[in-house]
Nanobody, 116 residues
Framework: QVPLVESGGGLVQAGGSLRLSCVVS????????MGWSRQAPGKQREVVAT???????NYDESVKGRFTIVRDNAKNTVYLQMNSLKPEDTAVYYC??????????WGKGTLVTVSS
């Protein structure tokens, strides 16, 4: 198991911003892709944003233009900058790291609550 530690969740008003962080124990270069998913109450988990080892990014349509995923190799950390938050962004956010062999590891999640 590869420990992943998320932080940065909390309560914010609609229109506000939050930055989530996910630190991996070990080298970030061991992974081919990193990303963030979220799960709202009563809904399935969905992929929000991903970033690959060559810094290619991909976003769900619902967050394009509002969320940005970046990686800091020196800190073995992936961030999700979330701007213009909406109540429908309320969910538990999970980071996921995938190795070159296809093995995925998940963090325990951090709760984001956006009030209207």
């Amino acid at each position: 198991q590869v420990p992943l530690v998320e932080s940065g969740g909390g309560l914010v008003q609609a229109g506000g911003s939050l930055r989530l962080s996910c630190v991996v124990s070990g080298s970030i270069f061991s992974f081919s892709a990193m990303g963030w998913s979220r799960q709202a109450p009563g809904k399935q988990r969905e992929v929000v944003a991903t970033i690959t080892s060559d810094n290619s990014t991909n976003y769900d349509e619902s967050v394009k233009g509002r969320f940005t995923i970046v990686r800091d190799n020196a800190k073995n950390t992936v961030y999700l900058q979330m701007n213009s938050l909406k109540p429908e962004d309320t969910a538990v956010y999970y980071c996921r790291f995938t190795t070159y062999y296809g093995m995925s590891y998940w963090g325990k999640g951090t709760l984001v609550t956006v009030s209207s």
